[in-house]
């Protein structure tokens, strides 16, 4: 089968790439392979579900331009279809002092961003959400909470209107060059291929030739859900003041739009792509990381990080310590452990985890190798960014310019 353009990954890139090139140009052909049987399926479905405002990032970075604009467009595209939506706001909480110029750090890269902050003491922290704890916070009224599991089967249903190919179960795993395009699985025979398969996408870039400048480690974060009688601890997301080394957020308090209260995620190694348990062990990949510098060099940074989550992970009074910080009042019994999900995060080959969005480009395909947290809320600004650079691909300059219009 030909076609133009051929999406490996049904996450919300994937299906995001999809819509926007359709969107622009609906004569093309494009087929979106999908490995599993449902859309969405990994860290597109176990995330916390929050809409990012844009506080944390650089400015000028990748994640800084596409959150705060992405957000607004998620935000947008849900009450457009009926996905369920609310700004709800979010309180980053310091609980030492030492924290505090971290927070103003903080502070200071959201309004560089274009993010409305503002500083709370410990009487304003009281005030909005009476069980927390600490000695400042900032508020950030930009936050919004959805539910990115149904935005994932929205996109997929509207792209069955466009006319995308839309095929579950389908692991594109054989590749082939012949001429100009790029045969997947013997069958399906492309002019571009875009590469979002998330947890493997540094493998789909190797097996395509190329040789990715980092390589995915993944990093399970383990949720833990609070006894429904304390459904009304937080009123809003509450989140302590990141480890600025790290490109996680820290183990957030977060009320989901069906009511129920969630705690999480740590950031511990997963021990297989899709590693969701302890138990969840892929040999081959563990041997390959263990012969690989970028692990010993992970390692020498950041072991002191590592053995505390492992730890939390492993013995609960140890993880409930930590939750008490914020919230003082919750005790082990409260919790109960609830699901996880595995990031996909990027490591340069010296062993430092890539804080921006990776996306790189070659003659006839787009590889994402780097969309951590912030880019479910970006993604249908980072699905029109790769699909700039597809229309490119296929020499079609306008269009790329016209679905980059928006795209800061
Ligand atoms: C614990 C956690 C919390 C998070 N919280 C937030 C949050 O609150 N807000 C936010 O904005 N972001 C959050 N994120 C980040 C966000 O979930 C991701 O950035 C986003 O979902 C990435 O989407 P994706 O399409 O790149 O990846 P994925 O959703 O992982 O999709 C990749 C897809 O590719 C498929 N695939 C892989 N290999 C193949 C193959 N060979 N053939 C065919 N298909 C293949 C996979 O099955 C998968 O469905 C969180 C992530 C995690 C893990």
Not at 27 to 46: F, I, K, M, N, Y
Not at 223 to 236: D, F, I, K, Q, S
Not at 306 to 323: C, K
Not at 370 to 380: D, E, F, Q, R, V
Request: glycine share 10%; aromatic share 4%; proline share 6%.
């Amino acid at each position: 089968m030909n076609v133009d353009v051929a999406i490996i990954g049904g996450g919300l890139l994937g299906l995001a790439t999809a819509r926007a090139l359709l969107r622009e140009r609906p004569d093309l052909s494009v087929t979106v392979l999908e490995a599993e049987d449902r859309w969405g399926a990994h860290q597109s479905g176990h995330n916390s579900n929050v809409i990012h405002s844009g506080l944390y990032y650089k400015p000028g970075g990748l994640k800084a331009r596409l959150a705060r604009a992405g957000g607004e467009a998620m935000i947008s595209y849900c009450e457009a279809n009926g996905v369920p939506v609310k700004r709800t706001g979010k309180i980053v909480v310091a609980t030492t002092e030492r924290q505090l110029p971290q927070l103003e750090m903080l502070a200071a890269r959201g309004r560089a961003n274009g993010v409305t902050v503002e500083r709370l003491d410990r009487r304003a922290i009281n005030e909005r959400e009476p069980n927390i704890a600490g000695v400042g916070a900032l508020w950030v009224a930009e936050t919004a909470m959805t539910d990115f599991g149904a935005v994932a089967r929205t996109l997929a249903t509207e792209l069955t209107g466009l006319g995308a190919g839309l095929r579950l179960r389908t692991p594109a795993n054989a590749f082939e060059t012949r001429g100009d395009r790029t045969v997947i699985n013997g069958e399906v025979s492309a002019r571009v291929v875009v590469n979002c398969a998330g947890l493997h996408s540094d493998k789909i870039a190797e097996a395509l030739g190329e040789k990715p400048p980092v390589r995915i480690m993944p990093f399970r974060g383990e949720y833990a859900e609070l006894r429904p009688g304390l459904r009304n601890l937080v009123t809003n997301p509450v989140y302590p003041v990141p480890d600025p080394e790290l490109p996680f957020l820290g183990v957030h308090v977060t009320p989901m739009l069906d009511g129920t209260v969630h705690i999480g995620p740590n950031a511990v190694p997963a021990l297989s792509r899709h590693g969701y348990r302890w138990r969840d062990v892929d040999p081959k990949m563990l041997r390959e990381l263990l012969a690989d510098p970028a692990l010993r060099g992970l390692t020498k940074r950041f072991w002191r990080y590592g053995v505390t989550e492992i730890s939390r992970s492993l013995v609960w009074p140890l993880f409930v310590r930590e939750v008490r910080k914020m919230a003082p009042s919750v005790r082990g019994r409260d919790m109960r452990r609830h699901g996880s999900g595995v990031r996909a995060q990027a490591v340069t080959r010296d062993g430092a985890l890539v804080d921006d969005f990776v996306i790189q480009r070659t003659e006839r395909a787009v590889h994402v190798l780097n969309a951590p947290s912030p880019a479910a809320t970006s993604s249908l600004l980072i699905g029109s960014r790769i699909a700039g650079d597809v229309f490119e691909q296929l020499g079609d300059d306008d269009a790329s310019r016209a679905v980059l219009k928006d795209v800061p």
